[in-house]
């Protein structure tokens, strides 16, 4: 195969992962021009000189903007992953089949002594490295939640401690900013939305259809199907 048709195999076989990657650095630095635009324009008009696209982008402004974003979507994942393990939705592909809650055998899962040929080399291990293995989706996505909580927290801090050095002010502490109105009203408006989004998704799901998406029943299939995918 040429390197033409080895690159053009690869381009579609890793479609939608370099598609939402490409979406997301667009739509990322579209914020950057954006953001530095809405604050030269409170610098402004505050008699402040304006900022340069290097200085806003290493900003805590901007960070604390990106971070907050970050941490809502993975919190959205790490609970729809943790919870789908035990909670049910009737007619839902967005659920496991009904009477499945739960952890499942190590037969469903292809683990321990039911590990096949060419099951990854975790899944067969006994002890600590199978248990993490087993669980390691839902721990990635929650230890990227906590960090990206843990960036927003400080950069927030850094950010809300600006605005109120300009209004003469005195700072506060990190821990005086996790507890302020300020910070929780920017993690919970992201929250509802995620929140909403996900239960959306699942109840949407069970009478709506997409031809072909994987994340649809099939069309014919009737509403009480439940975690049938297209």
Not at 37 to 58: I, Q
Not at 153 to 158: F, V
Not at 224 to 229: F, K, L, N, S, Y
């Amino acid at each position: 195969m040429t390197s033409a048709g080895r690159a053009g195999r690869f381009l579609r076989e890793n479609s939608l992962g370099l598609a939402f990657l490409a979406g997301f650095l667009l739509t990322l630095a579209g914020q950057l021009l954006a953001g530095r635009a809405e604050m030269n324009n409170d610098l402004v008009a505050a008699g402040l000189p304006a900022v340069g696209l290097l200085a806003y982008a290493s900003s805590s402004d901007f960070a604390v903007d990106v971070t907050e974003n970050w941490q809502s979507e993975y919190l959205q994942f790490f609970l729809y992953i943790f919870g789908t393990v035990w909670l049910l939705q009737r007619g839902s592909p967005e659920s496991k089949e009904l009477g499945r809650a739960g952890t499942e055998s190590d037969h469903d899962q292809r683990t321990g002594a039911h590990a096949r040929e060419d099951s990854p080399r975790w899944a067969s291990a006994r002890g600590w490295r199978g248990l993490v293995f087993s669980r390691s989706l839902g721990l990635v996505m929650g230890g990227i939640f906590v960090l990206s909580w843990l960036a927003q927290s400080i950069t927030g801090t850094a950010a809300y401690n600006e605005e109120r050095l300009r209004d003469l002010d005195g700072p506060v502490g990190w821990s005086g900013y996790v507890t302020s109105a300020d910070f929780w009203s920017r993690t919970l408006q992201n929250w509802q939305s995620e929140l909403l989004a996900v239960a959306s998704m699942a109840v949407l799901s069970i009478y709506l259809r997409q031809r072909g998406s994987p994340e649809s029943k099939p069309v014919g299939a009737p509403h009480t199907a439940t975690g049938v995918e297209g």
